[in-house]
């Protein structure tokens, strides 16, 4: 039975939590309500991808979007695949993080699931901050 007062154990990492983090540094970079509102159009359309597609087709669609805004959020993808325990070189650009994620199904299966949420996140980060200005 559990009392409530469990210390984390120090070998754990809570994915979750970094990939709201992740999330919450992304939408920072949008600086007024339009490029948040660009933002959270996006997240959602990138989210779309990712869902349907799958996470190569997730970086192919965000790199013929343009550097920009696009390009920003696929290298903060990157960013988040490295921080992760997969086996991500820290100099991999999107193609060799994929294909080193890609190597193993469950790794593969669990980048799918955390990008997904970080841009869910990232989505509701956007639309907090259009909220707040508007």
């Not at 949008?30 to 509102?37: C, E, H, M, V």
Request: negative net charge.
């Amino acid at each position: 039975m559990s009392n409530g007062n469990h210390a984390p154990n120090p070998g754990w990492t809570n994915l979750d939590l970094l990939c709201a983090r992740r999330a919450e540094e992304i939408a920072s970079a949008a600086t007024d309500q339009s490029r948040a509102k660009d933002l959270d159009k996006l997240a959602t359309d990138a989210l779309g991808v990712l869902g349907e597609q799958g996470v190569y087709a997730l970086f192919l669609y965000l790199e013929a979007q343009g550097q920009n805004l696009a390009g920003s959020l696929a290298e903060d993808l990157v960013a988040l695949l490295k921080e992760l325990p997969m086996g991500v070189p820290p100099d991999a650009q999107w193609k060799a993080a994929v294909e080193t994620i890609a190597q193993d199904l469950d790794t593969l299966l669990l980048a799918w699931e955390l990008l997904g949420r970080t841009l869910t996140y990232t989505r509701y980060h956007a639309r907090v901050k259009v909220a707040q200005e508007g």
